[in-house]
């Protein structure tokens, strides 16, 4: 079956420094999802990647969309306390296909 | 608030035993997702419905059931309980376009099996 791998597992960085979370599918994907669960809470969507070798931006937060639609990333510049979370991908397979894969996640910590 | 409610928050029982989690989608969502996460893992896929019907199915155990009603509701039975069923299991809702919408999810209910 499909399978979503995400690198690190973890990843410590001291506040200002910037964070990168890789994703790569075995599969061509028809989409992926970012997602962002915070301590204690639920995933929350952060953004959605349909194209082809689309960037997408949000203020510190730049995702990609491999040419492939086999890979993407989230690269956060200047890490601040409040981005502490595990950051998720999902990837929805071809077409035909209604199962998000989720990654297992890359836990981030932030040292003040 | 992300519009999706599941109770009960948190279910401690003993092995052996059967529980039933309980999600009620966002209004005018049509999908219902249900999934598992244990202690520093990822989010396993169990189950997906669409407008009461099974849409596509993950690693769900056999003893392990799901259904959507005809208000949408959904509910994810666990039954023959083992300690390894402990998790967080959280249930999500999808708009109508199911393909491509966004998933919203609830806080969770914690599962402790003892």
Redesign the interface.
């Known amino acids: 079956g499909q399978q979503v791998m995400?690198i690190p597992q973890y990843q410590h960085v001291q506040e200002g420094e910037d964070f990168t979370t890789y994703c790569n599918s075995s599969t061509t994907l028809?989409?992926i999802?970012w997602?962002k669960q915070r301590p204690g809470?639920?995933?929350?969507?952060l953004i959605?990647l349909?194209k082809s070798g689309e960037v997408k931006k949000q203020k510190r937060l730049t995702f990609q969309f491999g040419e492939a639609k086999k890979n993407s990333s989230l690269h956060i510049t200047a890490t601040q306390t409040t981005d502490v979370g595990t950051y998720?991908c999902?990837g929805?397979g071809g077409a035909g296909?209604?199962?998000?894969?989720?990654?297992?996640?890359t836990?981030l910590s932030v040292i003040p | 608030d992300s519009g999706v409610t599941q109770t009960p928050k948190h279910l401690i029982t003993a092995t052996g035993q059967r529980v039933t989690l309980r999600c009620s989608p966002r209004s005018g969502d049509l999908s219902v997702y249900w999934y598992q996460q244990s202690l520093d893992q990822g989010l396993q896929f169990l189950i997906q419905y669409y407008n009461g019907e099974e849409r596509a199915k993950g690693n769900i155990l056999e003893r392990f059931s799901a259904q959507q009603f005809p208000d949408l509701h959904s509910e994810l039975n666990l039954s023959s309980l083992e300690l390894g069923d402990s998790a967080l299991y959280f249930c999500a809702s999808s708009g109508p376009s199911s393909y491509n919408s966004p998933l919203h999810f609830g806080n969770g209910t914690r599962l402790t099996v003892t």
């Open positions: 995400q028809s989409n999802q997602y809470g639920h995933p929350v969507f959605q349909v998720f999902a929805l296909s209604y199962q998000l894969t989720f990654g297992k996640g836990k």
